[in-house]
C-alpha cells in the first residue's frame, strides 16, 4: 500500500457556540486534504450534546464525507435509542462508534443500557447490517475496569455482539497497543483496531485530558514537556516530533489506519500526516 492510500480518520466534537461551528467548518475543509475515511462526532454524556453532534454531522454528510456519530448508553432507553437510530439512518449515516460513555457529574441512573455491548447488540438486532459499528478499545486499560483481564474481556464481548472495528483511546507507548491486539488476537478477535492519535499541543490540557481518561504520558514526555514551562512553541515542536515517531512505529508494526483526535484543530494534524507522506 502506497503512503497515500494509508487509511485515516478524524474525530471532532460539537462545537458550542455559532463561532465555534465556523471554526470547524473551515477546520474540516483544510482536514478534508487528507481523504479520511470518515470523520466521527462525538457524543456528549447523557446525551448532552445531541443536537450538536446531529447537526455536524449532517454538515459532515452535506460536504460529500461519510461521517460517524458517536452515540453511547448513558441515559438511553431503548425507545430513544429506536428514535435517535432511525433519525441517524434517515440523515444517510453509515457507521457508529458505540459508546458506555461516562456519567456526568450528579447524574444517577445509567439507562437501560449497562455496557456497550448491550448497545451493539441492540443496534444489530434493530438496524441488521446497516451500520458499520465502531467500539473503543483501551490498549492501557480502562481506567474503572477491574482489572487488565476483564478489560480485555469486556472488548471481546463488544466484538462478539456485532462491532466491525475498534478505535482506541489515545496513548503514546506503542508496545502497549502491539500488546493489546496480540492478546484480543489470541481471543479470537479478528477485527480491525486503530490506534487513536492524539497530537500535542498543549501541555497542561494533555495533562488534563489523561489524567481524567487513564491514558499515560511516559515519564521522559512528561518532563521534557513540564521543563518547557510556557514556551508553546517549544511544546509544539516536541510535540509533533513525538506523535510523529509514534505514528511510524504503528504503521511499520501493521496498525491497519490511524483515527486522529483534532481537538477541532488542523495544524498539527496536518503536518504530521505531512510527515508521514501522507499529503
Same mark, same amino acid.
Given at each position: 500500500m502506497s503512503p497515500q492510500q494509508f487509511p485515516l480518520s478524524i474525530e471532532f466534537f460539537p462545537p458550542k457556540t455559532p463561532e465555534g461551528v465556523e471554526k470547524l467548518r473551515a477546520v474540516r475543509q483544510q482536514l478534508y486534504a487528507l481523504k479520511p475515511e470518515f470523520c466521527s462526532v462525538t457524543y456528549g454524556a447523557g446525551g448532552s450534546t445531541q443536537e450538536g453532534t446531529f447537526a455536524a454531522v449532517k454538515e459532515i454528510l452535506a460536504e460529500g464525507r461519510d461521517a460517524a456519530s458517536h452515540i453511547s448508553c448513558i441515559g438511553a432507553t431503548q425507545a430513544t435509542m429506536r428514535e435517535n437510530l432511525a433519525a441517524l439512518k434517515a440523515m444517510g449515516v453509515?457507521?457508529?462508534? @458505540?459508546?458506555?460513555? &461516562?456519567?456526568?457529574?450528579?447524574?444517577?441512573?445509567?439507562?437501560? /443500557?449497562?455496557?456497550?455491548?448491550?448497545?451493539? +447488540?441492540? =443496534?444489530?438486532?434493530?438496524?441488521?447490517?446497516? /451500520?458499520? =459499528?465502531?467500539? !473503543?478499545?483501551?490498549?492501557?486499560?480502562?481506567? $474503572?475496569?477491574?482489572?487488565?483481564?476483564?478489560?480485555?474481556?469486556?472488548?471481546?464481548?463488544? *466484538?462478539?455482539?456485532?462491532?466491525?472495528?475498534?478505535?482506541? %483511546?489515545?496513548?503514546?507507548?506503542?508496545?502497549a497497543y502491539f500488546r493489546f491486539v496480540e492478546d484480543a488476537d489470541a481471543l479470537g478477535v479478528t477485527v480491525p483496531i486503530v490506534p487513536g492519535i492524539m497530537p500535542i499541543t498543549s501541555s497542561t490540557q494533555?495533562?488534563?485530558?489523561?489524567? !481524567?481518561?487513564?491514558?499515560?504520558?511516559?515519564?521522559? *514526555?512528561?518532563?521534557?514537556? $513540564?521543563?518547557?514551562?510556557?514556551?508553546?512553541?517549544? =511544546?509544539?515542536?516536541?510535540?509533533? &516530533?513525538?506523535?510523529?515517531?509514534?505514528?511510524? %512505529?504503528?504503521? +511499520?508494526?501493521?496498525?491497519?489506519?490511524?483515527?486522529?483526535?483534532?481537538?477541532?484543530?488542523?495544524?498539527? @494534524?496536518?503536518?504530521? @500526516?505531512?510527515?508521514?507522506?501522507? =499529503?
Amino acid at each position: 500500500m502506497s503512503p497515500q492510500q494509508f487509511p485515516l480518520s478524524i474525530e471532532f466534537f460539537p462545537p458550542k457556540t455559532p463561532e465555534g461551528v465556523e471554526k470547524l467548518r473551515a477546520v474540516r475543509q483544510q482536514l478534508y486534504a487528507l481523504k479520511p475515511e470518515f470523520c466521527s462526532v462525538t457524543y456528549g454524556a447523557g446525551g448532552s450534546t445531541q443536537e450538536g453532534t446531529f447537526a455536524a454531522v449532517k454538515e459532515i454528510l452535506a460536504e460529500g464525507r461519510d461521517a460517524a456519530s458517536h452515540i453511547s448508553c448513558i441515559g438511553a432507553t431503548q425507545a430513544t435509542m429506536r428514535e435517535n437510530l432511525a433519525a441517524l439512518k434517515a440523515m444517510g449515516v453509515k457507521r457508529l462508534v @458505540t459508546l458506555r460513555g &461516562d456519567l456526568p457529574s450528579g447524574y444517577g441512573a445509567g439507562g437501560e /443500557f449497562h455496557y456497550a455491548s448491550d448497545l451493539v +447488540a441492540f =443496534i444489530r438486532a434493530e438496524m441488521g447490517d446497516h /451500520f458499520h =459499528i465502531e467500539v !473503543a478499545a483501551y490498549p492501557e486499560v480502562h481506567p $474503572q475496569a477491574r482489572s487488565p483481564e476483564a478489560d480485555l474481556q469486556a472488548f471481546v464481548a463488544k *466484538v462478539k455482539a456485532g462491532a466491525d472495528s475498534a478505535i482506541t %483511546q489515545y496513548f503514546y507507548n506503542a508496545d502497549a497497543y502491539f500488546r493489546f491486539v496480540e492478546d484480543a488476537d489470541a481471543l479470537g478477535v479478528t477485527v480491525p483496531i486503530v490506534p487513536g492519535i492524539m497530537p500535542i499541543t498543549s501541555s497542561t490540557q494533555l495533562m488534563r485530558f489523561s489524567d !481524567a481518561c487513564g491514558a499515560e504520558i511516559p515519564r521522559w *514526555v512528561r518532563l521534557r514537556l $513540564q521543563a518547557y514551562g510556557d514556551d508553546t512553541a517549544s =511544546i509544539k515542536a516536541f510535540g509533533l &516530533d513525538v506523535v510523529t515517531a509514534l505514528c511510524e %512505529q504503528l504503521r +511499520a508494526g501493521g496498525a491497519p489506519a490511524l483515527h486522529f483526535y483534532s481537538m477541532n484543530q488542523s495544524a498539527a @494534524t496536518l503536518e504530521i @500526516t505531512q510527515r508521514l507522506g501522507l =499529503i
